[in-house]
């Protein structure tokens, strides 16, 4: 407990520690902190405490000063995700990287990037160009809430999307602070937007729009064209060349299958492959581009529906309705990312009476920090079915949220409960979490002008 006036930081590699881990030490009695990581990214993490530590120290840069301390840290999840919808609402690519900075500042280091929206189609295909010309744009915007009815069109033609230099200027940003892009390209569902572009793609083949509204809608890909596989190959060919990870997200929630029901070609698809049920056509179409991807070094990940058909073992599953998709998937030996709605979707309001506290309009409400927090992602699962969890996410979705300072009052702070759960082994109380986001983050959101 000596302080002093100046002290350099000393950044080294100890490969002996764990990837993500690293040690801070502010003990010595030279003027130096040494911060080692068991990797560059271990290193990351460690400067985002250090970070925390002087912001929250003081807010006067020339009195910063940290305590005498010593830090050993590591990861409980190797994949610890954030997501944002940028499908039906763009935001620009500065405020993606700022969103990027954010997710950052908690120790996420995945990103999952939702591109392709019924309502928007947000990533530059070079070989099929009407994607974006006409399928990033919509006429005008449903305001108000989906269930109640009462809301109106506003008139105001809403688009937008992300050229490919773009996003390998997003990727290289995101790569510098340690975090990894999963790009999804929505299939067979929420796909209205490819299918205004290029109606061939659906069953019908004609007559479609890129939506205004919001929900499920029940015009989704055509599987049984050979063309359908071929457009989608070819950009993921694209999709590949620009995001390096792994992992590509292939959707595949809310798809209704009532136009393959009545669609030729699916039916003399299912047919052909001796299918009884328009579940399996999907798990066709998942196993077939997930083969496609594996060819190219990737691995797929897709929301739970996936596993009503039945599924390759080599998928992930995303587990967003509830936590019973990720626990079935780890018990039949899939790995599974955890993102349960009621605790990890972060497009639902932060209060229980949203009214009362005057947040504006959400999808439903009561996601407390507290109810965030309480999430055990191991629950219902023993030992060796638990290794398949991979890790956990927080989702943010965009229906009613059409600017960032909204995106931001969404996220904070319930990313820091979020981050806890995929960071931390050791289990806290709700009160000593509130007291470490009271000192510890909310002084850097406040430094660093965040909402
Ligand atoms: C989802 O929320 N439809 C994945
Ligand atoms: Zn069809």
Redesign the pocket.
């Known amino acids: 407990a000596k302080s002093l006036r100046k002290a350099t930081v000393k950044l080294s590699i100890d490969p002996a520690l764990a990837e993500e881990g690293y040690t801070l030490d502010s003990t010595s009695d030279k003027e130096e902190i040494l911060l080692a990581g068991g990797s560059v990214k271990g290193v990351w993490w460690g400067l985002q405490t250090l970070e925390q530590l002087l912001v929250a120290a003081t807010e006067n840069p020339a009195q910063m000063r940290i305590p005498a301390l010593r830090i050993e840290d590591a990861p409980r999840f190797a994949y610890r995700g954030a997501h944002l919808d940028c499908g039906r609402h763009f935001f620009t690519t500065d405020e993606v990287k700022t969103y990027i900075d954010i997710i950052s500042a908690h120790k996420i280091n995945t990103f999952h990037w939702h591109l392709t929206e019924d309502q928007g189609w947000r990533i530059e295909i070079k070989k099929y160009p009407e994607l974006t010309r006409i399928g990033s744009q919509r006429p005008e915007t449903y305001v108000g809430h989906l269930y109640a009815h009462t809301g109106k069109y506003d008139g105001t033609p809403h688009g937008g999307y992300y050229t490919q230099d773009e996003i390998r200027d997003i990727v290289a940003y995101a790569a510098e602070r340690q975090i990894t892009i999963i790009p999804e390209i929505e299939m067979p569902g929420h796909a209205v937007a490819a299918l205004a572009s290029y109606p061939w793609l659906g069953?019908r083949g004609e007559g479609y729009e890129v939506w205004t509204s919001w929900g499920v809608n029940k015009d989704i890909f055509?599987?049984?064209?050979e063309t359908t596989f071929e457009f989608l190959q070819n950009v993921l060919d694209e999709v590949c060349d620009l995001f390096p990870g792994e992992y590509i997200h292939i959707g595949g929630d809310e798809a209704p299958r009532d136009?393959?029901k009545t669609?030729p070609?699916?039916q003399k698809r299912m047919k052909e492959l001796g299918l009884e049920k328009e579940a399996q056509l999907q798990s066709y179409l998942v196993a077939r581009i997930e083969k496609y991807l594996n060819a190219k070094g990737r691995k797929i990940i897709g929301w739970d529906e996936i596993l009503e058909g039945g599924v390759t073992p080599t998928a992930t599953v995303m587990s967003w309705r509830g936590a019973e998709g990720g626990i079935a998937a780890a018990k039949q030996g899939n790995d599974a990312i955890m993102v349960p709605y009621q605790y990890l979707y972060l497009d639902y309001s932060q209060t229980r009476d949203q009214a009362v506290y005057g947040e504006p309009l959400a999808i439903d409400s009561g996601l407390t920090l507290e109810k965030c927090y309480s999430f055990d992602p191991f629950a219902g699962l023993n030992e060796e079915e638990r290794a398949h969890i991979k890790g956990v996410q927080a989702n943010l979705w965009t229906e009613y949220i059409a600017d960032f300072g909204h995106v931001q009052h969404m996220l904070l702070p319930r990313l820091s409960a979020a981050a806890e759960i995929a960071w931390s082994s050791e289990k806290t109380d709700i009160d000593t979490l509130r007291r470490r986001i009271r000192d510890f983050m909310l002084p850097l959101y406040k430094a660093r002008g965040y909402r």
């Open positions: 069953c055509c599987v049984g064209k136009s393959w669609c070609h699916c």
